[in-house]
């Protein structure tokens, strides 16, 4: 168990729906990453947040919204979504920017 | 360009016996991570070892060591004594250490393709 809280574990939706992806961090962890791994693309950075402040963007749709909030978790917002969404969206933590990143086990979304 | 390479889609060991998993990553930044974690049936993402690009010994974490060749860009990861607990997909990951526009540093993994190891008793 790494410490990190993902909520909920599977999530099945239909095209065009919105969704809202949950992550606690470590106790201790001021820095969240949201991945997304799927299929045809791996494991692919989304967003950086580190104390409230978005510090990095990677290949984040514009359907695609993320914060962190004064308790230090964060939530993933996809909206419109469409079939090519579905993956498994990790969310990380670490305690600081340059420190070794800690994985939650992990939201699988299912897109029909 | 692809910045972190791992040749060997699968890979079959038997047990007990040493595996080595391949990585070569590319990069011009001086200050970088390379890590390994791997990935088990279940889903989750387990970080198994950490080598900075400074660092003068080879990281070792109990039955996991990292034979860091910095000249050839290579961070391979070898598995003493292989247990079948250890079948599981294995990602490694660079993290470049860069500052963004407004002056603060980040620091994102970017991950290889995975290599799946099997452990045959």
């Known amino acids: 168990d790494s410490g990190v809280t993902q909520t909920p574990k599977h999530l099945i939706t239909a095209t065009g729906q919105r969704v809202t992806l949950r992550c606690s961090p470590r106790?201790?962890?001021?820095?969240v990453y949201w991945y997304q791994q799927s299929l045809d693309q791996g494991l692919q950075f989304l967003i950086q947040?580190?104390?409230?402040?978005?510090?990095a963007k990677g290949n984040i749709l514009e359907r695609f919204s993320a914060q962190q909030f004064p308790d230090l978790h964060s939530e993933l917002n996809l909206s419109s979504l469409e079939l090519g969404d579905s993956a498994l969206y990790f969310c990380?933590?670490?305690?600081?920017?340059?420190?070794?990143?800690?994985f939650g086990p992990g939201t699988r979304l299912l897109v029909l | 360009a692809q910045k972190i390479t791992q040749t060997q889609p699968g890979m079959f060991v038997q047990e007990k016996e040493a595996v080595t998993l391949d990585c070569t990553y590319d990069t011009s930044d001086p200050s970088y991570g390379l890590f390994w974690y791997k990935q088990p049936s279940s889903g989750e993402m387990i970080f198994l070892i950490y080598q900075g690009s400074y660092d003068q010994q080879n990281a070792t974490e109990g039955r996991y060591s990292l034979n860091f060749q910095k000249a050839r860009k290579s961070a391979n990861l070898v598995i003493s004594a292989s247990q079948l607990g250890d079948s599981a997909m294995y990602f490694c990951a660079m993290r470049e250490d860069l500052i963004n526009a407004g002056g603060t540093s980040y620091g994102k993994l970017t991950f290889g393709q995975g290599t799946i190891l099997t452990v045959h008793p």
């Open positions: 106790s201790g962890d001021l820095s």
């Open positions: 990380a933590s670490s305690v600081d920017v340059g420190e070794t990143q800690y």
């Open positions: 947040y580190y104390n409230g402040e978005e510090r």
